[in-house]
Nanobody
């Protein structure tokens, strides 16, 4: 069982930046594709970004392309999400997730096996 813990959320003004991190337990982190999702109250959880094993491939939601960057450090069992030029509508709880089966990247939440508890990101106008 993999345990994921997100951190780095907080309050930021529109146009500002935050960097989220997600640290995983276990010795098999490098075998998992990793993804970031977000969910606002009363809304569905939506895909943000994903990164493959060994950082070979990345994928982004169209709404965040050019502003967000996903990366990972397998030696630290950590995946990061750098978020620039944040918008108020991106206020949400941000979750990291691990996919033990994919050799690439996926935007489908049900294909991920493990989830963190989430970290709150609030973007003020």
């Amino acid at each position: 069982q993999v345990q994921l813990v997100e951190s780095g959320g907080g309050l930021v003004q529109a146009g500002g930046s935050l960097r989220l991190s997600c640290t995983a337990s276990g010795r098999t982190f490098g075998d998992y594709a990793m993804g970031w999702f977000r969910q606002a109250p009363g809304k569905s959880r939506t895909f943000v970004a994903a990164i493959s094993r060994s950082s070979i491939s990345t994928r982004y939601a169209d709404s965040v392309k050019g502003r967000f960057t996903i990366s990972r450090d397998n030696s630290k069992n950590t995946v990061y999400l750098q978020m620039d030029s944040l918008k108020p509508e991106e206020t949400a709880v941000y979750y990291c997730a691990a996919d033990r089966r994919s050799n690439g990247v996926t935007s489908t939440s049900v294909l991920y096996d493990y989830w963190g508890q989430g970290t709150q990101v609030t973007v003020s106008s």
